[in-house]
């Protein structure tokens, strides 16, 4: 089935391709033939008016030679007249007839001196005293010129006739549309080798491909760009729109009409996230839209160069949501592993507490020590799992609760926390990156406190509380707390007091808390602790 169908395409271009080359013969050999015969009506009807005027001037040059030779005997003037006719190509017939209708001359020397019963000329109708017109004589259809003769003294002696016959006519007529037809196969011949010329030519800037079969693959390649998920912009070096695929109007809200808003809004977008690729010719990633339906949009934008320079740009348009999904199902995955792998150490802690007692004898104990940490496990996890219903922030916290045990920290859930993802749209990656951050940040504060009692106890509370419209994430520690002179550098890019390569967790966080529309702050006291508040509030 696949090879008929593919079988049946091949014959569909072919019939295309020969179609077009039928088109054009015929437009080229149609404009040969119509130039063709329009020229040769112009040159057949330029050369009858010449016939004409040559008739007419050979008829007036006889006359003032038969004036200037009439008193020469009759041989003599044979002779002149023969070899004036045998110089005269042009010229099939002359006569010459007296006042009273005798020829005087003929080219038919048979004819000399017999009566002239043709058409007598009517040269009271013709000022100039000489005219041409169609006629039939003893040779058949003729073309005739008449002049009239006089002698010096003015008076008229007779006519001179001029005569080429209608058959030497048609032989000039037949070589001058032989000529013509010679000619119009010689330029449909050139026509035909330029266009074979220019279609090498056309096929070579097509890559080598046939006009129909680069339509087949444009038409292909467009069901594939407009059959993806992902949001295709393609705009010249003039900032216009060379392409947008189906997803990409969708993501952009574009109906496919050409109003003046849409026009708009397509030059917004272009001038907010492309601008900068066509001018500088650089690659721009992950650059973030929300758009007006609130669709949340991750953006490449990527410059196209040719030999010739800089030929425009293409915005890649991604969904956000399905990328935070995945990331969400990611970082539930990450924070639960990282949860099973303190809880091991955590364990296997425990585990040789229970060895150590079972060694030394302590049963008992060692009974009671197991109901304890069984009994606090199993209300840690349903306190969570009770006040948090996203999983992957739930995961995370329960992951940083065995943490903290293996640092010596006691976590507290604060009396009343509660995540309730119904009361607020918040991205997951975003919650667990800003918690994620600052419970380690207060993690590596208290573990970097020296001096002091070593017994003393270092707790962390954590605390996240939600209603309609708003989230609030609070993360309080008992750690050496944050100087004065520093309190102002401690969300500067690299700023750390624990070292180099450090310094980035708050710099990012504030960062992500402030594109989403949050605030971030903290308060601190030396030798008492720091806590840190970040607040979300949306309509």
């Known amino acids: 089935m696949e090879e008929k169908n593919t079988s049946h395409r091949k014959s569909s271009l072919n019939n295309i391709r020969h179609e077009v080359q039928k088109a054009q013969v015929i437009l080229i050999v149609s404009i040969a033939i119509l130039l063709a015969a329009g020229g040769a009506l112009i040159s057949i009807h330029a050369n009858d008016k010449a016939l004409d005027q040559n008739l007419q001037n050979t008829a007036e040059l006889i006359s003032r030679l038969y004036v200037s030779n009439q008193s020469h005997g009759q041989a003599t003037i044979t002779a002149l007249f023969d070899s004036v006719r045998e110089n005269l190509s042009e010229v099939d017939v002359i006569s010459i007839i007296d006042e009273n209708n005798t020829r005087l001359y003929h080219s ?37 010129a008449y002049c009239a003769l006089h002698d010096y003294t003015g008076r008229y002696r007779g006519f001179i006739m001029t005569i080429i016959l209608k058959t030497s006519i048609r032989s000039v007529t037949v070589k001058i549309v032989v000529l013509f037809i010679i000619v119009t196969l010689g330029a449909v011949l050139i026509e035909l080798a330029l266009s074979k010329a220019l279609s090498r030519k056309i096929k070579k800037h097509l890559m080598g491909y046939e006009p129909d079969t680069l339509t087949s693959m444009f038409r292909i390649r467009d069901k594939i760009l407009n059959s993806i998920s992902d949001g295709i912009m393609a705009v010249n070096a003039e900032s216009k729109v060379e392409f947008l695929n189906t997803a990409a109007r969708d993501m952009l809200q574009y109906d496919g009409e050409n109003t003046k808003l849409n026009e708009l809004h397509l030059q917004l977008f272009i001038q907010k996230f492309l601008t900068k690729t066509l001018v500088d010719g650089e690659r721009m990633q992950n650059l973030h839209e929300r758009t007006e339906n609130g669709t949340e949009l991750l953006i490449d934008c990527t410059p196209i160069h040719d030999k010739a320079g800089k030929r425009g740009a293409v915005a890649i348009l991604h969904d956000r949501t399905e990328y935070t999904n995945l990331m969400e199902d ?210």
Do not use: W
Not at 499 to 527: A, D
């Open 108 to 144: 038919n020397h048979e004819l000399i001196g017999t009566e002239y019963d043709g058409t007598v000329p009517d040269f009271p109708h013709h000022q100039h005293g000489f005219y041409t017109e169609n006629d039939i004589g003893p040779s058949g259809p003729q073309r005739r």
């Open 330 to 539: 990611l970082s539930g995955t990450k924070y639960l592993v990282d949860s099973m792998r303190a809880n091991n150490h955590d364990f296997t802690n425990k585990l040789h507490v229970i060895l150590g007692l079972i060694q030394i004898g302590q049963y008992k104990q060692a009974v009671s020590y197991i109901e304890n940490i069984s009994i606090i496990q199993r209300e840690t996890i349903s306190t969570v799992m009770h006040s948090i219903d996203n999983p992957s922030f739930a995961a995370l916290l329960i992951g940083k609760i065995a943490r903290a045990s293996e640092c010596n920290v006691r976590f507290i859930l604060r009396e009343g926390s509660s995540y309730n993802s119904t009361h607020i749209t918040f991205p997951s990656e975003a919650l667990i990156t800003i918690s994620g951050n600052l419970i380690e940040n207060a993690l590596d504060s208290m573990n970097q406190m020296t001096g002091g009692n070593t017994e003393d106890v270092k707790e962390l509370v954590f605390g996240v509380f939600t209603k309609p419209g708003s989230l609030l994430i609070t993360v309080d520690d008992t750690g050496s707390g944050i100087p004065d002179d520093l309190k102002e550098k401690i969300f500067e890019n690299g700023f750390s007091t624990k070292g180099t390569g450090r310094g980035i967790g708050l710099y990012h966080t504030k960062q992500l808390v402030e594109s989403l529309g949050g605030t971030i702050s903290f308060e601190s006291q030396i030798g008492q602790g720091t806590s840190f508040m970040v607040s979300f509030s949306k309509a």
